[in-house]
């Protein structure tokens, strides 16, 4: 199988490190949304990142469904996310809370690098969500007392948290501060610390038209 998309992107650097931690062999095609959208298009219509194609040339697209099947392949036992129940739950909710988080640090990107003149309310908007989404994952990881997320294994959630603040900081510094988030930071440091983030890095470059 191999994987389309950037590492510079948060959403196909959290799939290619699942891979990674789960032992998955997988190739890497490391197309652009703009420069190489017309490879990306048979595989996905909407030239979107990141895309796994399957052995067989079945295509998933979006990082949580890719991840589902990921899940699925590795087994209950080494599956990256409880099964069931109120940790699953909580699990979910800090990967939708990093995930949107993502999104809108993507379209803050994307605002700055393709517009002469930037559109103030949506910049304000942008800004103001993705501030509030860190003091809420800031609030929640000063309150686990595991080093990570649901407990001494790394889970969906340390990956996707530490991806987009990576990200984040790196698109926007002025809106990641390392001493008004501690604990985040340090939870990107110690996931940034593994091998698999290592390998699996790319400095942001702004889109290519």
């Known amino acids: 199988m191999f994987l389309i998309g950037q590492y510079d992107s948060p959403f196909v650097r959290r799939v290619a490190i699942a891979l990674r931690l789960y032992g998955l062999a997988f190739e890497h ?3 652009s949304t703009f420069g190489d959208a017309d490879k990306i ?3 996905n219509p909407l030239r979107r990142v990141p895309t796994l194609v399957l052995d067989d040339g079945e295509a998933l697209i979006e990082s949580t469904i890719i991840l589902d099947y990921l899940d699925e392949l590795v087994g209950e036992g080494k599956a990256m996310l409880p099964s069931s129940g109120a940790d699953r739950r909580r699990h979910l909710r800090i990967c939708a809370l990093a995930s949107g988080l993502g999104d809108k640090a993507v379209s803050l990107l994307y605002e700055r690098v ?6 103030a309310l949506w910049v304000e908007r942008c800004s103001a969500q993705i501030a509030d989404v860190l003091k809420v994952l800031e609030a929640e990881h000063a309150k686990v007392p595991t080093p990570y997320w649901l407990g001494d294994r790394i889970g969906h959630a340390d990956i996707a948290v530490a991806c987009v603040v990576r990200f984040t ?25 593994l091998a698999e983030f290592a390998e699996i890095v790319q400095p942001l470059a702004p889109p290519k038209g």
């Open 29 to 31: 095609r490391p197309w």
């Open 114 to 119: 393709l517009r002469k003149e930037q559109l």
């Open 169 to 193: 900081s790196e698109a926007h510094p002025q809106l990641f501060d390392a001493a008004r988030y501690p604990a985040l930071a340090r939870h990107s440091e110690r996931c940034e610390a």
């Open 41 to 43: 298009a048979p595989y």
